[in-house]
């Protein structure tokens, strides 16, 4: 996920959800906590208050299902808006989790 592939894809053939899917089973593999990462695609403006608040109350949910679940609401935001910049703000909120497999992954 590069910003360059980012944004020269979303005027190509690639679709920007595309770009995402091929990510998807190694981010919910690597996300280490999905909790901090609710609160900070939130504060992003990536996510809405009622997935933040289920992913951050549902007891019971592991930490795959909550990961799931954040990435499944960017991808519907993808799906409704078709925005390069949601793609990049993603990849932004990816760095500053400070995990390694994360940043690798939105660099």
């Known amino acids: 996920l590069t910003t360059s592939n980012i944004t020269s894809s979303s005027t ?3 679709s920007l959800r595309d770009i995402l899917k091929r990510h ?6 690597t996300i280490s906590d999905p909790d901090k990462l609710a609160v900070d695609l939130w ?12 992913v951050l109350t549902t007891v019971g949910l592991s930490r795959f299902q ?4 954040l990435v499944d609401e960017v991808y519907r ?6 925005s390069p910049d949601i793609l990049v703000k993603f990849c932004e909120v990816l760095n500053i989790q400070h995990n390694p497999g994360l940043t690798r992954i939105a660099d």
């Open 66 to 69: 909550k990961a799931n679940k």
């Open 12 to 14: 190509g053939d690639t």
């Open 77 to 82: 935001s993808l799906k409704v808006f078709n």
């Open 24 to 29: 998807v089973s190694e981010l919910l593999g």
């Open 43 to 54: 504060s992003a403006d990536l996510i809405l208050d009622p997935v933040k608040d289920n």
